[in-house]
């Protein structure tokens, strides 16, 4: 039976990693494979395969695909199409993953706590990168992904050694990401946009 700081510091610590996972999908997998593996995160059965050494080259190759295609305009694009699929997927997993969860809480809620999370931050990314690529004619899109990038695998750290912490970096995440968000819709109903 857990006690309820250690429950309540792993429900935050999902939250963070799941805010990350909208950020980048591969970072907080990446992160919670290689905690595992390093003795600092406990996964649950299934999960546990992140930590794998397959598990891990897999998650490696497919974070550094993403990395470097997600810094080229227009396979950016691509990438967050599929993002919308992919982001939610993987905050879904980061968020169930660790053991550390009280176990009376359904799967599913879980499941859809972290795709929520994570789907969100990413549909707010998804609605300023077009922005971003025509206010730059796409030069400012690394500099954004490397800032979403790094975001991310800073969450992802924080996220599980001071849950805390990360809870308050994703509200100021959240805060900035919806203040964007705003400011892209703002701009667009001026430009007669829909």
């Not at 700081?5 to 290689?34: D, E, H, K, R």
């Not at 993953?97 to 795709?115: K, N, Q, R, Y």
């Not at 999370?117 to 609605?127: F, Q």
Request: hydrophobic share 55%; glycine share 10%; aromatic share 6%.
């Amino acid at each position: 039976m857990l006690d309820v700081a250690t429950a309540a510091g792993s429900v935050l610590a999902a939250f963070g990693l799941s805010g990350a996972a909208g950020l980048n999908a591969w970072i907080p997998l990446l992160a919670v494979g290689l905690l595992s593996r390093a003795g600092q995160l406990e996964l649950a059965e299934g999960y546990d395969v992140l930590a794998s050494t397959p598990g891990l080259i897999v998650l490696g190759v497919l974070f550094a695909l993403d990395f470097v295609g997600d810094k080229v305009p227009a396979v950016d694009s691509l990438l967050h199409a599929a993002g919308s699929v992919v982001h939610p997927l993987s905050g879904a997993i980061v968020f169930a993953g660790p053991t550390e969860i009280p176990t009376d809480v359904p799967s599913l809620v879980l499941f859809a706590l972290g795709a929520s999370v994570a789907g969100s931050l990413h549909a707010t990314r998804a609605t300023v990168r077009p922005v971003s690529t025509t206010m730059t004619a796409g030069a400012g899109n690394p500099i954004l992904s490397l800032t979403e990038d790094i975001g991310s695998a800073v969450l992802s750290v924080v996220a599980v050694l001071a849950p805390l912490l990360g809870a308050i970096f994703l509200v100021g995440l959240v805060a900035v990401a919806v203040h964007w968000w705003r400011r892209v819709q703002r701009s667009r109903r001026r430009r007669g946009l829909p």
